[in-house]
């Protein structure tokens, strides 16, 4: 059984900043992709960042220039750097894994990321 453990949420002002680590319990090489969705209080669960096998990278809009997806294969572990943060970025942060193009495979149990003064 995979398992996907969080860290790094918590507390911040506006722009500041805070690093999202995701570990997992097996090589993370096995996966054809992982990232992170986040889901605010009400709303849907929404794909925010990306990073394939190969190491390819995709992001939704709304981070673009603000966040960075990356991983260390040696720890097995994908990182999500989240800069210059807004109260929009509010939101319980999900890693997941898949093993295959399509839907999520493994989801992690969240870490709470709350944006405010």
């Known amino acids: 059984q995979v398992q996907l453990v969080e860290s790094g949420g918590g507390l911040v002002q506006p722009g500041g900043s805070l690093r999202l680590s995701c570990a997992a319990s097996?090589?993370?090489?096995?996966?054809?992709?992982m990232g992170w969705y986040r889901q605010a209080p009400g709303k849907q669960r929404d794909l925010v960042a990306t990073i394939t096998r190969s190491g390819g990278t995709n992001y939704v809009d709304s981070v673009k220039g603000r966040f960075t997806i990356s991983r260390d294969t040696a720890k097995n572990t994908v990182y999500l750097q989240m800069n210059s943060l807004k109260p929009e970025d509010t939101a319980l942060y999900y890693c997941y894994a898949q093993n295959t193009l399509g839907r999520p495979d493994y989801w992690g149990q969240g870490t709470q990321v709350t944006v405010s003064s």
């Open positions: 097996t090589s993370i090489n096995r996966f054809y992709s």
